[in-house]
């Protein structure tokens, strides 16, 4: 009886060991990384996996990696399979609101332009009494509100012509001519040449304006009457169409002007010839 007893709580004890087989060592926990063990002859080292210690088989070493096939090797376009890229630029200066693409280089700063006024006065324009305070004013709101725009990387500076002695105030440009002839009143004169126009104010200023030495020319026209305004110059080498209205830079007594403008009282300045 007593030897009956002995082996049934031995056969229990047995099945409440935990099996030392190998598929239970893979499975188990471990409490340190690196540690090593042999079960039945296959060995099994405690790694971290999934954020948890555990026990797996093979030598301890750096984790087994998987290799992943390189795919093959990208293809480049040659440049003859696009368009040309003349096929997307534009070189008219006929539009008021674009300068073409890609954006042309034209002579002066872009930052900080320096732009000379010139009052202009023809012999049936009348006194040109205008107040220049108010219209001078007018100007710095418009470097303002390009300084604004541009968040503070365009700073205009406009200048005027030398002070008259005679009339404390800058110095007129008196053309020999009428405004008349040159269409700028009532209905603008579509046959007139606004080029040749500026090319005439530019040969009657005076060298010691130094027109040339400036990143933009405006003619200013003092008269109330005249509505072609606007009218505006600019060169650029990029840009030699027959047809655009400034093609070669303008002579002046101190070189030549590479922009410009004419604006009338009614319109402020808001395109400086840049």
Known sequence: MRRLLAVALGALALSLVAPTNSTSAATSSCKKVGLTKTVSGTKFTCRLVSKKRVWVKGPAGKSPTTTVPKGPAPTVSPDTAFASTNECKLKSFDSAF????????????????????????????????????????????????????????????????????????????????????????????????????????????????????????????DDRRIIATGVAFRHSPEYPAPNAPWAQPLPSASGDVHSSAMVAPGNQITDPGL
């Open 98 to 221: 674009s300068l073409g693409f890609p954006r042309p280089s034209f002579r002066g700063s872009m930052s900080t332009p320096r732009i000379l006024i010139i009052p202009v006065q023809f012999t049936d324009t009348g006194t040109n009494a205008r107040n220049y305070q108010e219209t001078f004013e007018g100007f710095n709101k418009a470097a303002a509100y390009y300084k604004a725009q541009s968040f503070g990387r365009t700073n205009i500076t406009f200048e005027w012509t030398p002070v008259d002695p005679a009339t404390n105030k800058p110095a007129i440009l008196r053309m020999p001519f009428t405004a008349s002839d040159e269409g700028l009143y009532g209905t603008p004169c579509a046959q007139c040449d606004r080029t040749e126009l500026m090319k005439k104010m530019l040969a009657t200023a005076p060298a010691s304006w130094n027109v040339g030495s400036y990143d933009s020319v405006v003619a200013l026209f």
